[in-house]
C-alpha cells in the first residue's frame, strides 16, 4: 500500500474520481431511502449527489486533457490511511438524523483530502482545482447541517456540538472500544486454559498478564500504524494507539486480577474464577452499553453478539485447559 503523499498526480486526481464517484451513490441512496416520507430532505441528497456527480465529470475532463482515457486501477482501500467510507446505507435502523450525520463526516473528510492533496501537489492547476473542491466540499458540510436544522428543530450551535461528539467518537471511543472488545475476548481463552490446566491461581494470573500487556502492545501498534489520522480526521495515531494499546490491556486485565487471590485461601481456585466470571460478564454488558451509546447499535443485539462471542472464547479456554 501507499500513503497519498507517495502517490502521483495522475493517480491523486484518479482517485479522487473513484471518490467522488462512491459519495454521488451514497447520496443517492439516502435521497431514495427518504423520498416517501421527507421529501424536502431527499431533494437535498439528490442535489449532494448531483454535485457530486458534477466533481466526477470536472475531474474526469481535467484528467483526460492532461493523462489520457486511461484510468489507473486506484482504490481507497489502496491509500494507507485513506478515508474509507462506512456501509451505513444497509443498516435497518438508518434515519434522517444518521444520515445527516454521516453526511457531515463524508463533507468534511473529503475536504481535508482536497486540502491535504492541495498541498502535495507541484502543478498549479491541479492545486486551484483541489482548492476549490475543497471549498465546495466545505459548503456541502454546512448544507448537512441544515437539513437538522429544518427537519429536528435544533440550533446551528447544536449541530456543531454534535459534530465535534463525532470527532470524538472517531478519536477515542472507536479505538478505545476496539481494545476494549479484544482485550476483554482474546484473552478469555488463554486465562481460562491455563486456570484448567493448572488449577493455581499464581500461573494463571501470569499467563493473563502475559496476554493482556501483549495484546495491549499489538493493538496499539495496529492501530496506530494502520491510520496516520490526515485525512480521515481521526486525530494522532501514537494517541489513538495509546488508548486502543490500553483498553485493550485493562479489559484483559480486568478479568486476571481475580487470579490475585492466594492459593492457600480455602477452595481458592474456584474463588478467583467465579470472580473472574462475573468480571467478564460486567465487562461483556459494558461493552454492550457503549456500542449503544456511541454506535447507534440497538442494546440486545450489541449483547446478544458480544456474549456470544464471549461465551464461544470462554468455552474454547475451559475445553482445552481441561483436555
Same mark, same amino acid.
Given at each position: 500500500?501507499?500513503?497519498?503523499?507517495?502517490?502521483?498526480?495522475?493517480?491523486?486526481?484518479?482517485?479522487?474520481?473513484?471518490?467522488?464517484?462512491?459519495?454521488?451513490?451514497?447520496?443517492?441512496?439516502?435521497?431514495?431511502?427518504?423520498?416517501?416520507?421527507?421529501?424536502?430532505?431527499?431533494?437535498?441528497?439528490?442535489?449532494?449527489?448531483?454535485?457530486?456527480?458534477?466533481?466526477?465529470?470536472?475531474?474526469?475532463?481535467?484528467?483526460?486533457?492532461?493523462?489520457?482515457?486511461?484510468?489507473?486501477?486506484?482504490?481507497?482501500?489502496?491509500?494507507?490511511?485513506?478515508?474509507?467510507?462506512?456501509?451505513?446505507?444497509?443498516?435497518?435502523?438508518?434515519?434522517?438524523?444518521? @444520515?445527516?450525520?454521516?453526511?457531515?463526516? @463524508?463533507?468534511?473528510?473529503?475536504?481535508?483530502?482536497?486540502?491535504?492533496?492541495?498541498?502535495?501537489?507541484?502543478?498549479?492547476?491541479?492545486?486551484?482545482?483541489?482548492?476549490?473542491?475543497?471549498?465546495?466540499?466545505?459548503?456541502?458540510?454546512?448544507?448537512?447541517?441544515?437539513?437538522?436544522?429544518?427537519?429536528?428543530?435544533?440550533?446551528?450551535?447544536?449541530?456543531?456540538?454534535?459534530?465535534?461528539?463525532?470527532?470524538?467518537?472517531?478519536?477515542?471511543?472507536?479505538?478505545?472500544?476496539?481494545?476494549?472488545?479484544?482485550?476483554?475476548?482474546?484473552?478469555?481463552?488463554?486465562?481460562?486454559?491455563?486456570?484448567?490446566?493448572?488449577?493455581?491461581?499464581?500461573?494463571?494470573?501470569?499467563?493473563?498478564?502475559?496476554?493482556?500487556?501483549?495484546?495491549?502492545?499489538? @493493538?496499539?501498534?495496529?492501530?496506530?500504524?494502520?491510520?496516520?489520522?490526515?485525512?480521515?480526521?481521526?486525530?494522532?495515531?501514537?494517541?489513538?494507539?495509546?488508548?486502543?494499546?490500553?483498553?485493550?490491556?485493562?479489559?484483559?486485565?480486568?478479568?486476571?486480577?481475580?487470579?490475585?487471590?492466594?492459593?492457600?485461601?480455602?477452595?481458592?481456585?474456584?474463588?478467583?474464577?467465579?470472580?473472574?466470571?462475573?468480571?467478564?460478564?460486567?465487562?461483556?454488558?459494558?461493552?454492550?452499553?457503549?456500542?449503544?451509546?456511541?454506535?447507534?447499535?440497538?442494546?440486545?443485539?450489541?449483547?446478544?453478539?458480544?456474549?456470544?462471542g464471549g461465551v464461544l472464547v470462554l468455552l474454547a479456554g475451559i475445553f482445552i485447559g481441561s483436555a
Open positions: 500500500m501507499k500513503a497519498l503523499s507517495e502517490l502521483t498526480e495522475r493517480e491523486v486526481v484518479a482517485l479522487a474520481i473513484a471518490s467522488e464517484e462512491e459519495d454521488s451513490r451514497i447520496y443517492q441512496s439516502f435521497a431514495d431511502r427518504l423520498r416517501s416520507d421527507f421529501p424536502a430532505s431527499a431533494s437535498v441528497f439528490d442535489a449532494m449527489a448531483e454535485e457530486e456527480r458534477d466533481h466526477r465529470n470536472s475531474l474526469y475532463g481535467f484528467y483526460r486533457s492532461r493523462f489520457g482515457e486511461h484510468l489507473p486501477p486506484i482504490r481507497r482501500e489502496d491509500v494507507r490511511g485513506f478515508l474509507k467510507r462506512r456501509t451505513v446505507w444497509w443498516s435497518p435502523h438508518l434515519d434522517l438524523a444518521k @444520515m445527516r450525520r454521516e453526511a457531515e463526516l @463524508m463533507e468534511l473528510q473529503a475536504a481535508r483530502f482536497y486540502e491535504t492533496a492541495a498541498g502535495q501537489t507541484l502543478d498549479v492547476g491541479v492545486r486551484e482545482l483541489f482548492t476549490r473542491l475543497a471549498e465546495v466540499e466545505r459548503g456541502h458540510e454546512r448544507k448537512a447541517s441544515q437539513l437538522h436544522e429544518a427537519h429536528l428543530t435544533e440550533n446551528a450551535e447544536a449541530a456543531e456540538e454534535a459534530a465535534r461528539k463525532r470527532l470524538f467518537v472517531l478519536q477515542y471511543v472507536q479505538p478505545g472500544l476496539a481494545g476494549l472488545i479484544d482485550g476483554s475476548v482474546s484473552t478469555l481463552a488463554p486465562l481460562f486454559a491455563a486456570a484448567f490446566a493448572t488449577q493455581n491461581n499464581k500461573e494463571t494470573f501470569l499467563v493473563g498478564l502475559a496476554a493482556s500487556v501483549g495484546a495491549g502492545i499489538s @493493538m496499539g501498534l495496529t492501530e496506530a500504524l494502520s491510520d496516520d489520522g490526515q485525512i480521515t480526521g481521526r486525530g494522532s495515531p501514537w494517541l489513538r494507539g495509546l488508548v486502543c494499546g490500553f483498553m485493550t490491556a485493562a479489559g484483559g486485565i480486568g478479568h486476571t486480577l481475580p487470579y490475585l487471590v492466594p492459593d492457600s485461601w480455602p477452595n481458592a481456585f474456584l474463588l478467583a474464577t467465579s470472580i473472574a466470571a462475573v468480571v467478564v460478564a460486567a465487562e461483556l454488558v459494558a461493552i454492550s452499553w457503549i456500542r449503544t451509546k456511541y454506535m447507534d447499535t440497538p442494546f440486545l443485539s450489541a449483547t446478544y453478539q458480544v456474549i456470544v
